[in-house]
């Protein structure tokens, strides 16, 4: 692995003086990509596009956006009946005037459920809890039609182990309610790219495979999915992956594949070691995605560190993100722009 070779190339050249760093290229990540038809996006915290330096930052650098927070159940629905969707329009708006797509995320998911359902649904029949479900999907896509370029239609669906997660989804509508959330999605907007998106699918493994065998048999049946979503959380202490093989095997099914929500998460302070860890690790998963055709977007999960999710789900790490708290690219960042500029050049095209 890159990252391993670049620790041992650490560990002996203590004599020897330092390098100079790599610079940055002048030419933001979205301008190098287009050559291969890659689209790279971030996920947005929509509160802070009123901050001019990050707006700038955003619309310079990403062809795509993803809202962190602003299209989920809870976000959109916090009373039943009564939408707001205010947030999420910002940001359909922000990108519709940056000349950049979006990724709706997400429309089901186990988490972040308005607490009038997560209240009620004990106490509802399957039929009446599939009826709420439907309603929901087809409101939020029907709101949003011709202006979502890809939705994450069901999000972790599976756990650790490779089993359907147990939520209130599965407890009460069995495994059959992701390939109808497909079907009511792609019934309210045709054109959308419908994605089953989750994490720890980069490699090989128990929830890999069991994921992988899902897909396969949703394709089978004709259900309506078109890709599936590498969140690609990564961590500095286990830096072995192997996604362009795990991918491959997906796009041999005939769908899509998309990187949403790439961060390299390490212990804090982060060491000049585990940076380059996380170079290399980003710069991997870049290469990767380049060298399959049907992965079709890569999208980092949050611009800077100082908006990482990271430290307060895993206290003592972070330094995820390829921008500083003051919004300065780090190296992680001039990482992933050379491996892009590498990879474009001989990446196969994706379509427009």
Not at 110 to 126: F, G, I, R
Not at 206 to 234: M, N, R, W
Request: net charge negative; proline share 5%; glycine share 6%.
């Amino acid at each position: 692995m890159l990252a391993v070779a670049a620790l041992a190339g650490l560990a002996g050249c203590t004599s020897q003086p330092a390098a100079t760093a790599p610079q940055a290229s002048a030419a933001p990540l979205r301008t190098i990509a287009e050559k291969s038809g890659l689209r790279v996006g971030v996920a947005v915290d929509t509160d802070r596009l009123s901050d001019s330096a990050y707006a700038k930052l955003t619309a310079q650098q990403f062809s795509t956006v993803t809202p962190e927070n602003a299209m989920k159940w809870e976000v959109v629905e916090p009373k039943q009946g009564q939408y707001d969707w205010s947030a999420a329009d910002k940001l359909v708006d922000f990108a519709q005037a940056h000349g950049q797509l979006v990724r709706g995320h997400n429309l089901v998911w186990y988490s972040q459920l308005p607490q009038w359902l997560t209240d009620e649904a004990p106490s509802l029949t399957a039929d009446q809890l599939s009826a709420i479900l439907q309603k929901h999907i087809t409101d939020e896509v029907t709101h949003f039609t011709g202006k979502i370029w890809q939705w994450d239609v069901v999000n972790e669906a599976f756990d650790d182990s490779g089993n359907l997660r147990d939520n209130i989804w599965i407890e009460k509508l069995g495994p059959d309610y992701i390939a109808d959330a497909f079907r009511w999605a792609h019934a309210a907007d045709p054109d959308a790219k419908l994605f089953l998106n989750d994490y720890g699918i980069e490699t090989d493994g128990l929830k890999s495979q069991a994921e992988y065998d899902f897909v396969k048999q949703l394709v089978a049946q004709g259900v309506p999915i078109d890709g599936v979503g590498f969140e690609t959380h990564l961590d500095a202490d286990d830096p072995e992956q192997d996604l362009q093989t795990v991918m491959t095997q997906y796009a041999k099914l005939g769908i899509d594949v998309a990187i949403t929500e790439a961060d390299v998460k390490a212990r804090t302070p982060v060491s000049k070691i585990d940076k380059t860890i996380q170079s290399s690790m980003f710069a991997d998963s870049m290469s990767a995605c380049l060298a399959v055709k049907q992965c079709i977007s890569y999208t980092l999960w949050d611009l800077d560190d100082k908006d990482s999710w990271i430290p307060q789900y895993f206290p003592g790490e972070g330094g995820a993100t390829l921008y500083d708290d003051e919004l300065k690219p780090k190296p992680q960042y001039v990482a992933l722009q050379q491996a892009l500029a590498k990879g474009v050049k001989t990446a196969p095209p994706r379509s427009k």
